[in-house]
């Protein structure tokens, strides 16, 4: 009797176990689902504003752009985006028009040999990235968020999907771009990434940004 007893309290605790499990993960998901639309709402008020905001810049760096190192004034690239979608991202233009265009920059033998007079101080300063609030604005990407692969950069799409890390929007910036590491290896990238889905929050975005800011702040007054 006292061991029957045993076992039903057993599985008791084990039923309760996996009910609370269940039931907070989703409560987790309902919590992501909820911060993905705040976000995107943020994402584009923010963008839009930035845009306006930008604008007298955007039109200055495209002449200086267009007088200096010529036509074209934007680079336009294939990436993979939510869900593996594939969209356009926009860049100022750094590199020579005779640069492999579907080459990812770490993966350049000798990039200083394809740097444009102005993109020498574009990509030093990060403003090159600054037409992507425009990809925000059309709904392809994200302030923060793992950053958006190479159409042909099939391994890394491959492991993205296994790990979910492609359900959500790429960003500007991410995990990967406040660590050094990730610049080299594409393997620590795609962990970076797989982090950064499973603990999708507004704490996390902000530890980034805050990062991120930093970041900038001393690779344009220390290096």
């Given at each position: ?9 057993l ?19 309902k919590?992501k ?5 705040i ?9 839009v ?14 002449l ?11 680079f336009i ?7 593996n979608?594939?969209f ?6 750094t590199?020579k028009t005779?640069?492999p ?7 350049f ?34 302030f923060i968020?793992p950053r958006?692969?190479l ?5 890394l799409?491959?492991?993205r ?11 500007i ?37 805050i990062?991120t800011?930093l ?9």
């Amino acid at each position: 009797m006292v061991r029957f007893s045993i076992k039903v309290n057993l599985i008791f605790i084990f039923c309760n176990f996996f009910l609370i499990n269940q039931y907070m993960i989703n409560y987790n998901d309902k919590i992501k689902k909820m911060y993905k639309f705040i976000k995107f709402t943020i994402d584009y008020i923010l963008a839009v504003s930035l845009f306006f905001f930008f604008l007298p810049l955007f039109l200055l760096i495209s002449l200086s752009i267009l007088i200096i190192d010529g036509y074209p004034i934007f680079f336009i690239q294939k990436r993979v985006g939510f869900k593996n979608r594939i969209f356009k991202i926009y860049k100022f233009r750094t590199l020579k028009t005779n640069a492999p265009h579907e080459l990812a920059t770490n993966q350049f033998k000798d990039l200083n040999s394809y740097l444009t007079k102005t993109g020498k101080f574009l990509r030093k300063t990060s403003l090159d990235e600054l037409p992507q609030i425009l990809n925000i604005i059309f709904g392809n990407m994200s302030f923060i968020g793992p950053r958006p692969l190479l159409w042909n950069q099939y391994n890394l799409i491959n492991q993205r999907q296994e790990d979910k890390s492609n359900l959500i929007k790429p960003g500007i910036t991410g995990l990967a771009q406040i660590s050094k590491v990730a610049e080299v290896d594409d393997n620590v990238k795609i962990r970076l990434d797989k982090i950064y889905f499973d603990s999708y929050s507004f704490k996390q975005d902000l530890f980034i940004l805050i990062k991120t800011i930093l970041f900038f702040l001393q690779k344009l007054f220390l290096n």
